[in-house]
Nanobody, 115 residues
């Protein structure tokens, strides 16, 4: 079983920045792919960014150049640095851990960007 705890969400004005953190326990963190997803009201949950165990990253087009995903295997933590935030980035952000056998979700953290 993997437990994920997200933090770092909040209210920020457009153009501002936030850094989300997700601490994982219960698995060998360094071997897993970690991802950040988001879900806005009325929308489906979508992948925002992903980082593999080897450090290969992927970003959805809407956040390229603004968001950066990174991981610290020594701290079992994955980060999402979000810059130049826009109102359309408003959503609940979820951390996801994908292992060989299963995938796990955190409880989510709210990000609200005011115009």
């Amino acid at each position: 079983q993997v437990q994920l705890v997200e933090s770092g969400g909040g209210l920020v004005q457009a153009g501002g920045s936030l850094r989300l953190s997700c601490v994982a326990s219960g698995s060998i963190f360094s071997r897993n792919t970690m991802g950040w997803y988001r879900q806005a009201p009325g929308n489906e949950r979508e992948l925002v960014a992903r980082i593999t165990s080897g450090g290969i990253t992927y970003y959805v087009d809407s956040v390229k150049g603004r968001f950066t995903i990174s991981r610290d295997n020594a701290r079992n933590t994955v980060y999402l640095q979000m810059n130049s935030l826009k109102p359309e980035d408003t959503a609940v952000y979820y951390c996801r851990c994908t292992t060989i056998l299963n995938s796990y979700w955190g409880q989510g953290t709210q990000v609200t960007v005011s115009s």
